[in-house]
């Protein structure tokens, strides 16, 4: 059994327009594994961690001002291959690009506000794991269902 996880969060808009059980839903429908989940207000030098990488792109400061107007809806997300199928279901980084049937194709219209965050590599995954949750706040388990979507 893959024990592959990524972390995926609701941004701010999504958790004020009431999208946190619709997109819940895809990635339980999809058969994925939920393992942690906390409603949260992220700290400024948590979110300047969590997307150091794009500390010198102009859409930074707006990025990090986004992230902290509201609380964010934290989850870790475990199976085979989630961390590339979960960028899947959300969609491209652009709502506009993003194709209707993803999360973001279907609920988002501008980059700033574009509803939901998926890690982009395992890497990426296992230090936005360590950076959003305590090592005891990620649960083991094994559904009696797995027999059914995995063969
Ligand atoms: N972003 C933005 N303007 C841009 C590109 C990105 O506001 O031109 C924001 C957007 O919220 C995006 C986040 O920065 O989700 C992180 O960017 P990244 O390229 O890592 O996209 P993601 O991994 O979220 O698809
Ligand atoms: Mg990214």
Partial sequence: MSTEQTFIAIKPDGVQRGLISPIISRFEQKGFKLVGIKLTQ???????????DL????FFPGLVKYMLSGPVLAMVWEGKNVV?????????TNPADAVPGTIRGDY??????????????VDSAKKE???????????TYTPTIFKWIYE
Avoid: M
């Fill in 55 to 58: 500390k010198t792109k102009p």
């Fill in 108 to 121: 988002a219209i501008d980059v700033g506000r574009n509803v939901c965050h998926g890690s982009d590599s």
């Fill in 129 to 139: 794991i360590g950076l959003w949750f305590k090592k005891e706040e990620v649960v």
């Fill in 42 to 52: 992220p700290s400024q030098s948590l979110l300047e961690e969590h997307y150091g």
């Fill in 84 to 92: 590339k199928t979960g960028r899947v279901l959300l969609g491209a």
